[in-house]
């Protein structure tokens, strides 16, 4: 029952290998409200007090792995191919990480952007991040960083566009707010039937979220991405997330990277 109401609310398809693990995550919920068992819980769940505990459940369950520069040949395309195309066509181009996680993949985008700003003339660019999960939202919000983590950023981009923490903040850093002001962070469900975004999107960054996605909410996602995307636009998906040789209203440009037609 748990497994359905995951899959209704996020399309999260949890197989009965993942029994194990959304057992060990959801322990500690469950004896916090009081619970002894999981029967109560879900009983909860399908009440009208339990739908904020439905939010809950959803960030437990939710894989939130990321970093910075994850998958780079997307941002080299980014930066080579796409970004110079659009500042040639005079837009402000506006740019999606759909499952934003703590926020690298947002910050990535923008420090490319940024970056791609300096050698060609006239790009203006926006950013938008945004995750089922409201607890990712809060923390890609924040935009700090253990120093770590910002090792395939490079020194002279992390001089460039981080802060480092002094005192109760030492080693961690935080994204510059030049660029955390050009990034509009919310919470938003790829599975809902309409976004609240800015308008149509020139880019759309969808990573390593679809593979955890059952076929029909995985079609129905890239059905509401596609529609999000203004022509011509680009729709970024994960290495390991094909979307096959004819996806629907979409052109193959290169490995995980399709184009509105
Ligand atoms: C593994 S992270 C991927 C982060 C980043 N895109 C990357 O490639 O590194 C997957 C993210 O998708 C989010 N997610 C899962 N189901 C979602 C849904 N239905 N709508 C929006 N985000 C979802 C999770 O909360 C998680 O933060």
Request: hydrophobic share 40%.
């Amino acid at each position: 029952m748990l497994a359905g109401l995951i899959r209704t609310h996020s399309g999260i398809a949890l197989g009965d290998d993942k029994r194990t693990l959304v057992a060990n995550r959801l322990r500690k919920r469950v004896l916090t409200l009081g619970f002894q068992s999981y029967e109560p819980y879900c009983k909860l769940l399908t009440t009208a007090a339990g739908a904020a505990e439905i939010d809950m459940l959803i960030d437990l369950v939710t894989t939130n792995h990321t970093f910075f520069y994850r998958e780079p040949d997307h941002f080299q395309y980014l930066a080579d191919v796409v970004l110079p195309g659009l500042a040639a066509s005079g837009v402000p181009v506006r740019l999606w990480s759909a499952a934003v996680s703590s926020g690298e993949e947002a910050y990535t985008m923008a420090m490319v952007a940024a970056e791609t700003a300096r050698r060609v003339q006239g790009l203006n660019w926006q950013i938008n991040g945004s995750d089922i999960s409201r607890r990712m939202v809060a923390m890609a919000e924040k935009a700090i960083y253990p120093m770590d983590a910002l090792q395939p950023v490079g020194s002279l981009l992390t001089k460039r566009y981080f802060e480092r923490g002094v005192g109760k903040q030492e080693g961690m850093c935080r994204v510059q707010a030049n660029l955390r002001e050009r990034v509009r962070l919310q919470r938003i469900n790829l599975l809902q039937s309409s976004y609240p975004l800015d308008g149509l999107q020139h880019v759309i960054f969808c990573r390593n979220v679809m593979i955890y996605f059952d076929a029909a909410a995985r079609s129905l996602a890239v059905d509401n991405l596609t529609r999000q995307l203004a022509p011509g636009g680009y729709l970024f998906v994960g290495y390991s997330e094909s979307l096959g040789s004819n996806p629907k209203g979409l052109e193959p440009m290169q490995h995980g990277v399709y184009r509105r037609i």
